[in-house]
């Protein structure tokens, strides 16, 4: 097991970018999937992104291509997700995963077993 904690939430106008972490403990980061979620109020939680975690390939969602960075840095292992040029529609919980294994890209979050608490994004227009 591994243990996530997110940081980086608040409030930004559209336009506007914020950088989200999620900083791991228990495990070594280099050898998971690490991927972020996303779950506004009333929705299904839906993916956003994820670094594979050999190779830091990466895949994104259609609603955040272009906007949206995922990264990762081992050594502190902890995970980023930098977002530029944010929507008010970008407004919603957003949680960080982790995943072990070699399938790619996972993007059902029942694939995932090891999650963050979640962290507040707000986009006001």
């Known amino acids: 097991q591994v243990q996530l904690v997110e940081s980086g939430g608040g409030l930004v106008q559209a336009g506007g970018s914020l950088r989200l972490s999620c900083a791991a403990s228990g495990r070594t980061l280099s050898t998971y999937a690490m991927a972020w979620f996303r779950q506004a109020p009333g929705k299904e939680r839906d993916f956003v992104a994820v670094?594979?975690?050999?190779?830091?390939?990466?895949y994104y969602a259609d609603s955040v291509k272009g906007r949206f960075t995922i990264s990762r840095d081992n050594a502190k292992n902890t995970v980023y997700l930098q977002m530029n040029s944010l929507k008010p529609e970008d407004t919603a919980v957003y949680y960080c995963?982790?995943?072990?294994?070699?399938?790619?890209?996972?993007?059902?979050?029942?694939?995932?077993?090891?999650w963050g608490q979640g962290t507040l994004v707000t986009v006001s227009s």
């Open positions: 995963a982790a995943r072990f294994g070699s399938a790619w890209p996972v993007i059902n979050d029942n694939e995932y077993n090891n």
């Open positions: 670094i594979r975690g050999s190779s830091s390939n990466t």
